[in-house]
């Protein structure tokens, strides 16, 4: 069945970088375009980036363009968030979504920008 497994949360200090991991299983995953959304108590989970099957096509949410990097290995069945220049604001969890037929989500990976 269809496995995404994220990794690479945790807490940094404002300015501060991390990278998530998502590896995924369970589907042909150089065919579908992938995500990463996150979520916050309260609120709606939103898009934070996406990233097309070829990798030719990005686009990311106003709030983290300039300072996240959405990338895949196809080689891996792996996708990443580079995020760079971490806000308080950033803090959420982070939730990997394969675009596939049925739609997948990880179990997510919490992330906390705190001093």
């Known amino acids: 069945q269809v496995q995404l497994v994220e990794s690479g949360g945790g807490l940094v200090q404002p300015g501060g970088s991390l990278r998530l991991s998502c590896a995924a299983s369970g589907f042909d995953f150089g065919l579908f375009y992938m995500s990463w959304y996150r979520q916050t108590p309260g609120k709606e989970r939103e898009l934070v980036a996406i990233i097309s099957s070829s990798g030719d096509s990005i686009n990311y949410a106003d709030a983290v363009k300039g300072r996240f990097t959405i990338s895949r290995d196809d080689g891996k069945d792996t996708v990443y968030l580079q995020m760079n220049n971490l806000k308080p604001e950033d803090t959420a969890v982070y939730y990997c979504?394969?675009?596939?037929?049925?739609?997948?989500w990880g179990q997510g990976t919490q992330v906390t920008v705190s001093s």
């Open positions: 979504r394969a675009h596939t037929k049925l739609g997948a």
